[in-house]
């Protein structure tokens, strides 16, 4: 009896884990930063392979007091960073976040970011489910480098 209950709830719960892991973190790195500094960056390629856009509404990691999702616009001659409500992912597609566009901003980091580390990053969607993902501390020219 003890049996069929534990295949029935693994039944129940295995649809909800795949759906809050249904977007893929691709060559995720956070800027690595010299001491004392109070900002960084997450940058990472988002693909969505369901059928349904996805959209991260806020964002956390250990390291920082706060975090915010941004873009940078340009204004004239001018590129201002300014923060966003929300990145979405479209069905079947990719957003990636990079250095000149869409990123996860990180402020009053409670250690400097040195390049070799990692840390976890929690991105959570509109739906309310949650996924974390580890970014690899890089230099950012480094970073934007990509080994297939």
């Known amino acids: 009896m003890k049996l069929n209950t534990l ?10 884990a795949h759906a809050s892991m249904d977007i893929m973190a ?34 956390s990691t250990p390291v920082a007091g706060k ?12 590129m201002k960073m300014r923060q966003v409500k929300q990145i979405t992912i479209p069905a079947q597609s990719k957003t990636s976040l990079e250095p000149g566009s869409l990123h996860i901003m990180l402020f009053e980091l409670n250690k400097p970011l ?13 739906n309310g489910h ?6 690899p501390i890089k230099k950012v020219m480094s970073g934007m480098k ?3």
Do not use: C, W
């Open 130 to 135: 949650k996924q974390i993902f580890s970014a």
């Open 114 to 126: 040195i390049e070799g580390g990692s840390i976890d990053v929690e991105v959570v969607f509109a």
């Open 26 to 59: 691709h060559h995720p790195y956070a800027r690595a930063t010299p001491p004392n500094a109070a900002t960084s960056a997450v940058f990472v390629e988002l693909m969505n392979p369901t059928d349904i856009d996805r959209t991260i509404v806020s964002a």
């Open 7 to 16: 295949i029935l709830l693994g039944a129940l719960i295995a649809p909800l």
């Open 67 to 78: 975090v915010e999702l941004h873009d940078v616009i340009n204004e004239g001659d001018v």
């Open 146 to 148: 990509h080994h297939h």
